[in-house]
């Protein structure tokens, strides 16, 4: 909502909502490989390159906490 209501400068929808297909992607791909990613199995995961959190919104998983993780080389804060 703050993205779409233009709240968050330098982040238009277009680019929030490829990151989101983007990531969703990934994830879908992460658990035909791993299956124990939504078995409660990892608690705790880390998103060294977090840019707008798609990583930790496309596993949907009440079971996993990710720790977003921003780069000191971003581009954006």
Known sequence: ????????????????????????????????INKLIDTGRYRNIMDMNSGLGGFAAALQSPKLWVMNVMPTIAKKN
């Open 1 to 32: 909502p703050r993205i779409a209501n233009g709240l968050v400068s330098g982040v238009p929808v277009e680019a929030y909502l490829e990151d989101n297909r983007k990531w969703k992607k990934h994830v879908s791909a992460y658990k035909k």
